[in-house]
């Protein structure tokens, strides 16, 4: 079992930046696969960034590339999620995500992810 408990989240004008954290429980947090998804109103969850267990390889939505930077501390059982330039467009609940196909099976989805956290909101205003 993951408990996943997000925080960082706020209201940021655009251009700004927020770092999200996502604190896991557990002494398992090293064998997951760790993303971030979010949800706009109206919306359906959708994928942001994803790091492998050991921070090896991550990957990004096209539409967060060299903006977003996902991060990990093992040691700390917590995951980032450094966002810069924001926009409008990028306002949305913040999900913290575990699962261990994350980079090693399949695309990364929020289909059957196993453990959620609550989510953290993000505003960006014009």
């Known amino acids: 079992q993951v408990q996943l408990v997000e925080s960082g989240g706020g209201l940021v004008q655009a251009g700004g930046s927020l770092r999200l954290s996502c604190a896991a429980s557990?002494?398992?947090?090293?064998?997951?696969?760790m993303g971030w998804f979010r949800q706009a109103p109206g919306k359906e969850r959708e994928f942001v960034a994803a790091?492998?267990?050991?921070?090896?390889?991550?990957y990004y939505t096209d539409s967060v590339k060299g903006r977003f930077t996902i991060s990990r501390d093992n040691a700390k059982n917590t995951v980032y999620l450094q966002m810069n330039s924001l926009k409008p467009e990028d306002a949305a609940v913040y999900y913290c995500a575990a699962d261990r196909r994350f980079g090693v099976v399949g695309p990364i989805t929020a289909d059957g992810v196993p453990y959620w956290g609550k989510g953290t909101l993000v505003t960006v205003s014009t």
């Open positions: 557990g002494r398992t947090f090293f064998t997951y696969g």
């Open positions: 790091i492998t267990k050991e921070g090896a390889n991550t």
